[in-house]
C-alpha cells in the first residue's frame, strides 16, 4: 500500500536560518507531489507541484522554493525563513492522472 | 484561476441537527469535487468526492454531497450530526487531475 511521510512534525526556527523540509512517499512511482501551506482562516494553499523529477511549478511567488531529486521525494526549503513563513505545511501525492489526494501528517513551523 | 467560496467560516450545532455546509467554485470547465476532513490533531482525510455520474455522492459517516453544475456548488450535508463530527471540513476542486484548490475551510463545532 501506498505511504506518504513527512518530518519533521514540528520545527522552531529563528529568523534568517535556512529550511529543509522533507516529504516521501511508498509504494507508487511518477507521483504528483503537491506542498500546500495551511494558515488560519485562509484553507490550503498551493505552494508548488511536480509531475516528474526536476519539475515544478510554483502557484504563490515567496520565500520558498521546491525541489524533487528523486522519483519519490519532494523538498520544500528556504535559504532565509521570515517570519510570515510560520504555518502549517502539508506534503500530498496523486497518483499521475489519478482522481484522489493523500496527505501526509505535516510540519508546524514556528519562525521566531 | 479559479477559487473555491465555503461561505461558513464556523458553525455550531446540537447533537442531531442535520448540516449543511455550502461550497461553490468559479471554474467552468471540467472539474473534481471533494471534500475533505481534518479532526482535531489529526490528518485530513477524504470524505466523498465527485468525477461524473450520479450528481448525490455517498461519503463516509453518513455525510453526502451534491454537485449543481448550475448553481457551480458541491455543498456537504449530513442529516444528523454527532458530536464527534466536530471537525475542519474543505470542499477543493481539481482542475483536471492535479492542483487541488481548496476553499478556506468551515470549522463545525457539534454540541452534545
Known amino acids: 500500500s501506498q505511504t506518504i511521510h513527512q518530518w519533521p512534525a514540528t520545527l522552531v526556527q529563528p529568523v534568517g536560518s535556512p529550511l529543509s523540509l522533507e516529504c516521501t512517499v511508498e509504494?507508487?512511482?511518477?507521483?504528483?507531489l503537491y506542498w500546500y501551506r495551511q494558515a488560519a482562516g485562509r484553507g490550503l494553499q498551493l505552494l508548488f507541484y511536480?509531475?516528474?523529477?526536476?519539475?515544478i511549478s510554483s502557484e504563490v511567488p515567496q520565500n520558498l522554493s521546491a525541489s524533487r531529486p528523486q522519483d519519490r521525494q519532494f523538498i520544500l526549503s528556504s535559504k532565509k525563513l521570515l517570519l510570515s513563513d510560520s504555518g502549517f505545511y502539508l506534503c500530498a501525492w496523486s497518483a499521475a492522472g489519478g482522481r484522489g489526494y493523500t496527505f501526509g501528517s505535516g510540519t508546524r513551523l514556528t519562525v521566531v | 484561476a479559479q477559487s473555491v467560496s465555503q461561505h461558513n467560516h464556523h458553525v455550531i450545532l446540537s447533537e442531531a441537527a442535520s448540516l449543511e455546509l455550502g461550497c461553490n467554485y468559479s471554474y467552468g470547465g471540467t472539474v473534481n469535487l471533494f471534500w475533505y476532513v481534518q479532526y482535531p490533531g489529526q490528518h485530513l482525510q477524504l470524505l466523498l468526492k465527485y468525477f461524473s455520474g450520479d450528481p448525490l455522492v455517498k461519503g463516509i459517516k453518513g455525510f453526502e454531497a451534491e454537485f449543481i453544475k448550475s448553481k457551480f456548488s458541491f455543498n456537504l450535508r449530513k442529516p444528523s450530526v454527532q458530536w464527534s463530527d466536530t471537525a475542519e471540513y474543505f470542499c477543493a476542486v481539481g482542475e483536471g487531475f492535479q492542483k487541488l484548490v481548496f476553499g478556506t475551510g468551515t470549522r463545525l463545532l457539534v454540541s452534545p
Open positions: 511536480s509531475v516528474g523529477i526536476g519539475q
Open positions: 509504494g507508487t512511482s511518477n507521483p504528483n
